[in-house]
């Protein structure tokens, strides 16, 4: 490849989740530099994941297609197991329910070790998006302890996060508040700016949920002037605060 090393174009994952709009724009930068099978599935996987969470699924179910047809010609499953859990997770955001489950089931299959814990959570993200709660949180549990026994704080925490939110909708906000704590300290060791505010965000759910209106007013603030930086859209925030204020 040419332009990036194979560690710059790594490092574009995790940027997906935290500065998203550069992580756009280098992954096109890279795949501009016709770059090898591992790093194209690599700069596809992040812009796909980029295009998923601004709501353009379709466009984010082409990139991670792409992703996963590249990480194919690798011969790495792990890599594989990535792209596939990446486009099972898009192809729920865009309606295509049995598709995307059965993508993140092959994933789950596929994979070993960590990857089995970073594939775990984003079913349970599915799950939890179909309402399948019970089912969500098994997956969330056995994904904190594998990741937890890897050491790997950006997964754990990712993991922590998304089991609050399916507390908070088995109607356990306590323990909920307590996973997005976690999440949160475990965050403020890393670069993932945004993934830690989503954390006072959902801390906010929380505190609505167990009748705690100013506290969640406060955590609302909070939130709205820790993304602000980032220049990412707060139309969540603003939807979140309309909620609370009613």
């Not at 194979?6 to 550069?22: I, M, T």
């Not at 019970?134 to 997964?155: C, E, F, H, Q, S």
């Not at 909708?169 to 999440?183: H, I, Q």
């Amino acid at each position: 490849m040419t332009g990036s090393s194979r560690q710059d174009v790594e490092e574009l994952l995790p940027l997906a989740l935290s500065r998203p709009h550069e992580a756009l724009a280098r992954a096109r930068a890279v795949l501009a530099g016709k770059p090898g099978p591992y790093e194209a599935s690599l700069a596809h996987q992040a812009a796909g994941i980029v295009l998923r969470d601004v709501g353009d699924a379709q466009a984010g179910v082409r990139e991670l297609r792409a992703a996963l047809r590249l990480a194919r010609r690798t011969g790495s499953a792990q890599r594989q197991a990535d792209a596939l859990a990446a486009l099972g997770v898009a192809l729920v955001h865009a309606g295509r329910t049995a598709a995307g489950l059965a993508a993140l089931d092959a994933a789950a299959a596929l994979s070993t070790g960590v990857m089995t814990g970073q594939v775990l959570h984003r079913r349970a993200m599915a799950l939890k998006t179909l309402g399948r709660y019970r089912p969500a949180l098994d997956d969330l549990r056995r994904a904190v302890g594998i990741l937890r026994a890897a050491g790997d704080p950006v997964w754990t925490a990712r993991a922590l996060n998304a089991r609050g939110l399916v507390y908070v909708a088995l109607g356990s906000p306590g323990r909920a508040d307590d996973d997005f704590v976690t999440a949160g300290q475990l965050y403020a060791g890393t670069s993932q700016q945004l993934e830690a505010v989503h954390t006072v965000l959902n801390r906010a759910l929380a505190a609505f949920s167990l009748g705690d209106l100013p506290t969640a007013l406060s955590y609302l603030d909070e939130a709205a002037d820790r993304y602000r930086p980032l220049n990412v859209p707060t139309s969540e925030i603003g939807r979140a605060s309309c909620r609370e204020r009613v």
